[in-house]
């Protein structure tokens, strides 16, 4: 393998790892809270169609990606409205949430499947861009790309430096000895779920902005089914979102280059690795958690939350209890 190629493959991945580093990054975030949110696949596309239309009409590529955020916003509002106020299951409205997605994106998206866009490019950074080997490998990306990577370290920051961050994730592991404490747990939620929905939105944009310069239905491909398997996959721990990221987007870009050089397989089964990598390792995954060998994940997950407040009041037969 000689060196460029050795160099197209690194960024590659790195590039095919970004959609799913902003997407994973944000559903670790609001898991952490005890919310699961299966919508993401939902978020994403929303937000590939509303960044491609307006980089279409304003050529901004500013106003796409804050578009494209503002509409992961939108649709994650409708899951935090429904799941924390209505009450209604998590998985069910996350599920529904997906399809209402998908199904606007192609209604909303058919006037323009023939239209293409100026992508946006890679800004190499003065001087360290120029670095034999390191330069184009650390130095040379799409803005989105340093952003993906620094929104993982401010999560953790945020989840395990801040005391914003460990209410959260009381309230993700016991609701109920958080509320009974003053916090209020639907807040809490509420703006986790915006802020999923707006790194959803972003990595939706990426797919639409950077990697394809034309809308196409579906786009999205099962991506934010794979974010939410590297969530389980890292533990919820936010530094393994990189890792498992680059394995992914490691497997997407082998599979394309294997399919460029003629390797006698056949490109269906090469298409199908990403997918069967997340079901293997959600499946071992799993197995750990059943024996109890992995202590992180939220106690509360996919639990409803009720806001009940036990008033303690006297009688002259006896003290009582008064929840209501």
Known sequence: MNESLFINIIIGISIASVPLIFAAIGELLVERSGVLNLGVEGMMIVGALLGFVVMSHTQNPYLAVLSAMLGGMA?????????????????????????????????????????????????????????????????????LVYLAFFMVYLVWWF?????????????????????????????????????????????????SLVQVPIWGEGMTAGRGWIALGLVV???????????????FGGITILQIHAQGLNINVSAQYLSMLPYLATIVILVSLRMRLKNKTNRTVPNCLGRIFHSTTCLLYTSDAADDLLCV
Not at 90 to 108: D, E, K, M, S, Y
Not at 191 to 202: N, R, S
Not at 234 to 244: C, D, L, Y
Request: glycine letters at 12%.
């Open 75 to 143: 649709i994650a509002s409708i899951f935090a409205f429904l799941t924390q106020f209505l009450l209604t299951n998590q998985v069910a409205t996350g599920l529904a949430l997906t399809l209402f997605g998908l199904g606007f994106a192609a209604f909303a998206g058919r006037g323009y499947t023939e239209e293409t866009i100026q992508l946006i490019t890679a800004v190499p950074i003065p001087y360290l861009s120029n670095i034999p080997y390191l330069g184009p490998l650390l130095f040379s990306f799409n803005p």
């Open 159 to 207: 989840l395990f430096r801040t005391k914003q961050g460990l209410i959260l994730r009381a309230i993700g592991d016991n609701h109920d000895a958080a509320h009974a404490i003053g916090h209020n747990v639907v807040r809490y939620r509420v703006m986790a779920i915006l802020f999923g929905g707006a790194m959803a939105g972003i990595g939706g944009a990426f797919l």
């Open 233 to 247: 996959f890292a533990s919820w721990q936010p530094f393994r979102i990189i890792f498992g990221a680059i394995l």
